[in-house]
């Protein structure tokens, strides 16, 4: 569709662009990246015809750009800038008219009824129909941006190239543009090139990247190959970190601010801990990274205050999730900063201690009653029924912790809680095996980030060793001292 | 608001053209009309049929009457409504291509490129070979052409985004500087002095058919090159980037629209001289009429400029009568505070938006 080789061009004097080849297929979204005076728009300008190349060649469907007069031109690519000048107030529909302007023919211009076809349906697809008869001066942005957009579809094009389209509209009208866009492109087979300054709408929507570096092309590649974190960190000089988008396949940015790293060291430690009849609670001064499986804050996550909420036996809740929250804001909690647990397991049995290895330390609190232990092998014997946790455990780690190590942690976790059962000969009560834990355990793995980095977390690894020897002592402790309250 | 109360009420073009066509009819009789000899309306109508068809004879009317109207007053009525045509046209020209409403012949210094050209003429008695008369006007419009040119490149020179008030201000610098030119030549001439002075200060009096003859040409020829370029000003009202994405070639089209407009000003101070504010308010009421479209705004602009000038041409020969006022001070007493609220208006939309 549209070929770039080794083109050079700029502003009269100096070359902004260097040796710049691409190809950008039919039907492609397709982004062009950059730090500022990179060249994106240079590059944009010479794709549309107003800047000449100075050397090189761009051709579209095979003819050569500077072969096109401006008509035929416009035919093929429209453009959506970022700035056009509004000095008289034209009606929104003459405004989307002026696109027909190449498609139509002699001395006259003579309007005809395709023409008006094809103003009415683009407007009605872009959503500007209700108010074609307004002046654009009195749109606000996001309606003006729109207004344009049909303007350039107007011009029936088979490129559309944008300028940072998302630039001055907010949160919804930028989803919806692109959105748009990105249904043209599978739909009509329309080929969009666009500028992005953000990084993770060009990740969530395009197909192919481009990332220029001072004039040339740093690489052109599929978005998770082009949004690597190194590379992203070298060509913006900036300090960034990648991570999966939650709900699409697509790879997300985000930047780390520089206090993050002038933060004074913490530990959490036994002088955190409060215990209460009703709750016990660890509140860090700063927020701690977590993965955790809590009624409240689970999954990964940032979070400052844990509470472990002693309910009755028979607590029946049929959203337990709003419950909770509710209890939290009542006792002066931020829902939003908790990771929230629940136990029938009486709270003075909680056992918490800190475990230190050279340079780095871990402290684990766990609460645990073994009433409805259950085999896991054998848990199909079981019916399903939310009851109230009863071996909840928090293992919080003075170190930093790769998104491994948070998952591995969990594993060896779970492997010493199994092992301080069976030791204890504790029994699930259906089928008369040894229990592996009980049918509502929870857990929290939550780390300071900061400190030793800790990559790993398997058993036999330095952190591994320390969460396994805590796990298997507290939980050991903490059955012994539920099975004494029992007895007495 | 009050454009769009206007054009709601106004939404049938006929009916803009209509209006616009019923103010020049009646300007061009009440033109005639009034004057130390008052000419009575049908009499008027008469000796123009007559003239036209032949089919009533002039015998039973006054022959004083026929000569006032078909000596004095009707070429004197022409003439106005051709300069004011033709100065309100490139107004609407410049305007659109410049993307600023404040831009006409006389603030962009074309007219006073074009005096210079006219007063050089004048000075010298020059005559260019074949052209005879129109020696005038030619070199009044190459002036304006260079001076257009300059003034632009001046303007980019400054600030590539050519703010409005940028170019405003080279501008009004050109034609300051052109003026002490054409002071410095009139200094030198000594004689012709108060003749110079005069047509500097624009009049259309005692100018007779051979002035028509001269302006009309050219007047046709600038109107019907911008009238084909009507959409591409559309389009380049919206900024010439934007323009050439919508397959305007905008090179070409800039320079014919630039050479139109320099061609319609330079016939128009070589006649009359220069004559200011009519291209900058005549648009602007026409806008206000029918919106910005530049297919009825070129036109609309050619009716109510020409049925505007010879209203002020009216009043100027008859409120001190029998002094006559030079044309240029009635429309600059119109046109310049029309001229601030333009300008007071953007400041305010730009501050709002």
């Known amino acids: ?109 003579t309007w005809n009824s395709e023409d008006e076809e094809i103003v009415q349906r683009v407007m009605k697809q872009i959503g500007v129909t209700t108010f074609q008869h307004k002046n654009i001066q009195e749109l606000s942005g996001g309606e003006k941006q729109r207004v344009f ?34 249904e043209w492109t599978t739909e009509n087979g329309l080929t969009v090139i666009s500028i992005f300054h953000d990084l993770n709408l060009a990740g969530l929507y395009c197909d ?60 959490v430690d036994e002088s955190l801990v409060h215990v209460t009849k009703k709750w016990i609670e660890v509140c860090t001064p700063i927020p701690l990274r977590t993965m955790s499986s809590g009624v409240i804050g689970s999954g990964m996550g940032w979070h400052r205050t844990f509470v472990n909420r002693h309910v009755d036996k028979d607590y029946r809740c049929s959203d337990h999730r709003a419950e909770m929250a509710s209890f939290l804001k009542a006792h ?91 030791d204890l000969a504790v029994i699930d009560q259906v089928t008369g095996t040894l229990a592996t834990g009980t049918s509502t355990d929870s857990i929290l793995i939550a780390a300071t980030q900061s400190g030793r980095g800790l990559e790993f977390a398997g058993t036999i690894t330095p952190l591994g060793k320390l969460i396994s020897k805590a796990v298997y002592q507290c939980t ?6 539920s099975r004494m309250r029992k007895q007495t | 608001m009050q454009r769009q109360f206007i054009q709601t009420f106004l939404n049938n073009r006929y009916l803009a053209y209509l209006l616009a066509g019923i103010f020049l009819i009646l300007s061009i009789l009440l033109g005639i009309s009034i004057g130390t000899v008052s000419v009575p309306m049908l009499t008027i109508l008469k000796i123009i049929s007559a003239k036209l068809f032949g089919f009533i004879s002039l015998d039973q009317i006054d022959p004083m009457y026929s000569s006032i109207v078909l000596d004095i007053r009707l070429p004197r009525v022409i003439l106005s409504g051709l300069v004011g045509a033709s100065l309100a046209i490139a107004g609407a020209a410049f305007q659109g291509l410049l993307r600023n409403p404040l831009a006409d012949p006389y603030t962009l210094g074309v007219s006073s490129g074009a005096s210079v050209g006219a007063v050089l003429t004048l000075f010298f008695q020059l005559s260019i070979p074949y052209v005879g008369s129109f020696t005038l006007p030619l070199l009044s419009i190459l002036f304006s052409i260079v001076t257009i040119f300059f003034v632009l490149t001046f303007a980019s020179k400054i600030e590539r985004s050519m703010r409005v008030e940028t170019i405003i201000l080279t501008g009004i610098i050109f034609s300051s500087f052109l003026g002490a030119i054409i002071s410095l030549m009139i200094a030198l001439t000594g004689d012709e002095l108060r003749q110079i002075i005069g047509w500097l200060l624009g009049s259309v009096s005692m100018r007779g058919w051979e002035y028509i003859k001269i302006i ?45 407009g320099s061609i319609l000003t330079g016939a128009a101070v070589a006649v009359s001289g220069t004559i200011g504010f009519v291209g900058l308010v005549i648009p602007h009421f026409s806008r206000l009429l029918w919106g910005p479209d530049h297919r009825h705004l070129l036109p609309l602009s050619i009716i109510t400029g020409s049925g505007f000038l010879i209203i002020a041409d009216l009043i100027s020969r008859t409120i001190i009568s029998p002094t006559e006022l030079p044309i240029g001070v009635i429309t600059a007493l119109i046109g310049a505070p029309v001229f601030a609220i333009i300008l007071l208006q953007r400041k305010r939309m730009e501050r709002s938006g």
């Open chain 1, 1 to 109: 569709m549209l070929s770039v080789q080794q083109v050079s061009g700029g502003y009269s004097s100096e070359a902004v662009l260097r040796d710049v080849s691409f190809k950008v297929k039919q039907g492609e979204l397709f982004g062009i990246l950059g730090p500022n005076g990179s060249g994106k728009t240079t590059l944009l300008k010479m794709l549309s015809g107003i800047l000449p190349i100075q050397s090189g060649e761009i051709s579209i469907r095979g003819k050569r750009l500077q072969e096109y007069k401006p008509k035929q031109l416009a035919k093929i690519i429209a453009v959506l800038s970022q700035h056009s000048s509004q000095t008289f107030s034209y009606t929104v529909k003459e405004t989307v008219s002026l696109g027909r302007y190449a498609h139509q023919k002699g001395l006259f211009h």
């Open chain 2, 216 to 260: 009309l040409p050219f007047f046709v020829i600038g109107s019907a090159l911008l009238m084909f370029n009507a959409k591409e000003l559309n389009a380049m009202s919206f900024g010439e980037e934007r323009a050439q994405h919508l397959g305007v070639n905008v090179q070409k089209r800039k320079l014919l629209i630039l050479t139109a």
């Open chain 1, 149 to 182: 957009l049909a303007q350039a579809l107007a011009q029936e094009p088979e490129i559309l190239l944008l300028d940072e389209p998302t630039n001055h509209l907010d949160l919804s009208y930028q989803k919806e543009l692109l959105d748009f866009l990105k």
């Open chain 1, 332 to 422: 002066g909690f931020e829902p939003a900063e908790t990771v929230g647990m629940m136990t029938a397991v009486m709270l003075e049995d909680v056992v918490f201690r800190r475990f230190v290895h050279e340079d780095f330390s871990i402290f684990v609190v766990v609460t645990a009653g073994v009433s409805n232990a259950i085999d896991a092998s054998k848990s199909e014997l079981h019916s399903f029924e939310v009851t109230p946790g009863t071996i909840n455990t928090w293992i919080f780690v003075n170190g930093e912790l790769s998104e491994e190590a948070f998952i591995q942690s969990i594993m060896t976790a779970t492997e010493a809680k199994v092992k301080a059962l069976n």
């Open chain 1, 208 to 267: 192919r990247l481009l990332l220029l570096e001072k004039g040339m092309i740093q690489i052109d590649h599929i978005p998770n190959e082009v949004l690597r974190e190194e590379r992203i960190r070298d060509v913006y000089h900036t300090d960034i970190q990648k991570h999966a988008h939650p709900k699409v396949a697509a790879p997300q940015l985000a930047l780390l601010p520089r206090v993050y790293k002038e933060e004074e060291k913490m530990e």
């Open chain 1, 476 to 481: 050991t402790d903490a059955i012994r001292k």
